[in-house]
């Protein structure tokens, strides 16, 4: 945190106090050349599951947390918590967690509709990912706010707000040069238990980071054209 950061602390009830926002508006032509730039950089974002186990660096994953940690939120409830796990030991309980729900889940609980739904992407039960991957990030949620002193406050759109939060972070991370995944075994309890999470956290992704791996291989995907997202009225 810089030295001149302030401390977060609940402002529920508190009057509202506005303060001037004055950006500097940058020029129309300036304006099209990065959002142009950004989506092409965006454009080469892939999905990646083969990973290198070679260090990056931390404090570029610290900065792209920074980044999400910006996101809009509900009522300004910020209800996110995001765990950096680079212990390999409790990375490898994880992946033996995640991968033991996961092989119900492929051995028929997903159902045939959506096992069919992930053929193209070559998926499967193991999930080296989260072991070959140098650092995970793990998203938890907070289903409310939850005081020192036991007290509790309802949090707002909660599952929004960390979605949201969840792609500003798959975006630093990329334009940073990174790698990354995100995973969502079901059910996630586990990881609120091998992480020691409160009980007012609940799992909503984990995201390996890291490079991709010399032989990285990804599915050969087609995106969506502009034309098949957009409607302009």
């Known amino acids: 945190m810089s030295p001149t950061a302030q401390q977060w602390t609940p402002a529920h009830g508190e009057p509202y106090r506005p ?3 004055r950006p500097e508006r940058m020029p129309a032509g300036r304006t099209l050349e990065r959002a142009a730039e950004l989506r092409e950089r965006m454009g080469q974002r892939r999905t990646v599951r083969a990973f290198s186990p070679d260090p ?5 994953v610290r900065d792209a947390i920074a980044c999400a940690a910006t996101a809009p939120s509900g009522a300004h409830q910020q ?7 680079k212990d390999p030991e409790v ?3 994880i992946r ?3 991968e033991q729900e996961e092989q119900l889940s492929y051995e028929g609980r997903l159902g045939d509709e959506w096992l069919a739904a992930l053929r193209p992407l070559g998926t499967d039960a ?6 070959d991957a140098p ?6 949620q907070q289903r409310y706010w939850l005081g020192g002193d036991g007290s509790k406050r309802k949090h707002y759109y909660v599952d929004e707000s960390v979605g949201i939060a969840v792609g500003m972070l798959l975006t630093a991370l ?3 040069g990174l790698a990354a995944l995100v995973h969502t075994p079901s059910p996630m309890r586990f990881l609120a238990h091998v992480l020691g999470r409160p009980e007012n956290e609940k799992a909503f992704a984990v995201i390996p980071v890291g490079y991709p791996a010399d032989d990285c291989e990804v599915p050969d995907l087609v995106r969506k054209t502009l034309d098949q997202v957009l409607v302009e009225v």
């Open 135 to 140: 650092a995970l990030i793990v998203v938890f």
């Open 91 to 93: 990375r490898r309980q």
């Open 174 to 176: 990329h334009l940073s």
């Open 56 to 60: 990056v660096p931390e404090q570029a």
């Open 126 to 131: 193991v999930k080296t990912h989260l072991t």
């Open 19 to 21: 303060v001037a926002y």
């Open 79 to 85: 209800p996110w918590t995001f765990v950096l796990v």
């Open 96 to 98: 033996a967690a995640a």
